[in-house]
């Protein structure tokens, strides 16, 4: 059987808020300070900061999720440009997590679907993300779906400064199978 995907409501805060921290934290945890780290998670994934996304008008939170449970999620925000990148008709990715246990099963593929759908119904030509430079899985998936590095940002995680690369998707292109 195949996960649902669908987007999320109010009512995901909580489950979602859970799944966040989790997939972040398994992510990113052995490569920085534990005390940044918590203090991230805290400010970042509570119940209450993802209910204030949830509800955000120009934000959607797609979940894919099995079983009742949610087990992957992406998270848009249209208007938004990367600081020093020109981008034609932005929308970000901020966030785009799948559990490890459904990595390799189409989980991602199919947030990544959606995901493109969204941007392009919210009127968004290009589609961009962030991405660790560090993350060679991570680079390599979005390469697979058709993006491509057009920049360079940085991240803050507490007293770290990390380099991410931009990477952009054109929307008049399909994505990758």
Known sequence: MTP?????????????????????????????DPADMAAHLTA????????????????????????GRLIGYAYLVADQAPPGVRLDGPVELVRFYVEGEWHGR???????AESVAEARRRG???LWLGVW????????????????????TAFRLGSQVQDD???A???TADIAP
């Open 4 to 32: 649902g995907i669908r987007r999320a409501t109010a009512d995901d805060a909580g489950p979602l808020a859970e799944l966040a921290a989790r997939t972040f934290a398994e992510t990113y945890a052995a490569f920085n």
């Open 124 to 126: 968004g030509r290009t």
């Open 165 to 167: 690369h931009v990477m």
């Open 106 to 112: 189409g989980v991602a593929q199919l947030l990544m």
């Open 44 to 67: 970042r994934y509570s119940e209450a900061k993802q209910a204030q996304e949830l509800a955000d008008p120009v934000a959607t939170y797609i979940v894919a999720e099995w079983a």
């Open 169 to 171: 998707l054109e929307l």
């Open 133 to 152: 430079q560090e993350n060679p899985r991570a680079i390599a998936f979005y390469r697979k779906a058709g993006f491509g590095v057009v920049g360079t």
